[in-house]
């Protein structure tokens, strides 16, 4: 397994600061001790549009320079609208990231069925509107038609992945998909090569080492990427731990244990930091962003040690 930073940390949106311009990240990156940038597909670091051969070109460039691989470009896709229109311009982008993928040299989109997107209040990112909005836009719409409009379009860009040379990867993100079942049935009932699993940790429902046994037996292959995240801090004996009050309920190392036992998972573990980071309902700065990604490297160093 190799560890990578996913540019969605330091994005600007979920601290009281700036964004990192995303050449930027890649020294930054290299000296934390990553091995890989995964670029978020959107502002301000990778919407398709904003980047041409050009800048394509520098961040290859940047990539090479540090010694990184560009693990995967991030789509945010909402495939579950009932309206012609809306899943078109979802579509476009799809194909868009998946070509930004090639240009860039990354082997990875990693793509969902159903994005609420985001909101900005006071220039921080909030879910809380977007969701609301989302879950409540279409009454009459049923679970099964969703479903259907979402699969649909995953055959379709899966279809445009495959002429590119990319691999999607299926995120066992909510909503539509609940469980990792759920994410397979997509995966199965498109039956495509260009198709296949970005399992996560903290997105499962049961967190035992049965339970993680179960999913990863029934992922097997189809695993290409993964993420993690949390907050983090050393102790006094310089050891990275979860932060108090960040714990979480993901057993990693049992996790990663097995993903490797069963799955020989050789590819990317993405970082990311990606909700509002509060401390007494007050924004931290860039600089405690900053600190989060490295300090992140070195607890899933020590994991991968320790396996």
């Known amino acids: 397994m190799k560890v990578?930073?996913?540019?969605?940390?330091?994005?600007?949106?979920?601290?009281?600061?700036?964004?990192?311009?995303?050449?930027?990240?890649?020294?930054?990156?290299?000296?934390w001790g990553y091995q890989g940038i995964e670029i978020e597909g959107k502002r301000p670091h990778g919407n398709p549009m904003d980047l041409d051969a050009a800048a394509r070109d520098a961040i290859k460039k940047a990539a090479a320079d540090n010694g990184l691989e560009i693990s995967a470009i991030s789509a945010y896709n909402d495939f579950s609208s009932p309206v012609d229109e809306q899943r078109e311009c979802e579509l476009l982008m799809a194909r868009e990231q998946i070509r930004l993928a090639r240009g860039v040299g990354a082997p990875v989109v990693r793509v969902f069925p159903f994005w609420s997107g985001v909101s900005r209040g006071n220039g921080r990112i909030t879910y809380d509107i977007a969701r609301y909005n989302q879950m409540h836009r279409f009454p009459?719409?049923?679970?099964?038609?969703?479903?259907?409009?979402?699969?649909?379009?995953?055959?379709?860009?899966?279809?445009?992945?495959?002429g590119e040379g990319v691999t999607l990867a299926l995120q066992n993100h909510k909503e539509i998909i609940y469980t990792y079942k759920d994410m397979l049935a997509f995966i199965h009932e498109i039956d495509s090569p260009a198709l296949k699993a970005c399992l996560d940790v903290p997105l499962m429902v049961e967190h035992t080492e049965e339970y993680y046994r179960e999913a990863l037996t029934a992922v097997g292959d189809l695993q290409?990427?993964?993420?993690?995240?949390?907050?983090?801090?050393?102790?006094?004996?310089?050891?990275?731990?979860?932060?108090?009050?960040?714990?979480?309920?993901?057993?990693?190392?049992?996790?990663?244990?097995?993903?490797?036992?069963?799955?020989?998972?050789?590819?990317?573990?993405?970082?990311?930091?990606?909700?509002?980071?509060?401390?007494?309902?007050?924004?931290?700065?860039?600089?405690?962003?900053?600190?989060?990604?490295?300090?992140?490297?070195?607890?899933?160093?020590q994991i991968i040690e320790a396996i």
């Open 224 to 301: 290409v990427h993964t993420h993690f995240g949390g907050r983090f801090v050393r102790d006094e004996d310089g050891k990275v731990i979860r932060a108090p009050g960040h714990e979480g309920r993901s057993d990693d190392m049992t996790f990663y244990r097995l993903q490797k036992e069963i799955c020989n998972f050789q590819g990317h573990n993405g970082y990311e930091l990606c909700s509002p980071v509060l401390t007494a309902h007050r924004y931290e700065g860039l600089d405690y962003a900053l600190l989060q990604a490295e300090l992140a490297a070195g607890y899933m160093r």
């Open 4 to 31: 990578s930073l996913y540019t969605i940390t330091l994005n600007g949106g979920y601290y009281d600061g700036p964004h990192v311009p995303l050449l930027e990240i890649f020294p930054k990156a290299k000296k």
């Open 140 to 162: 009459g719409t049923t679970a099964l038609e969703h479903w259907c409009y979402a699969r649909d379009c995953l055959a379709e860009i899966s279809r445009m992945a495959e």
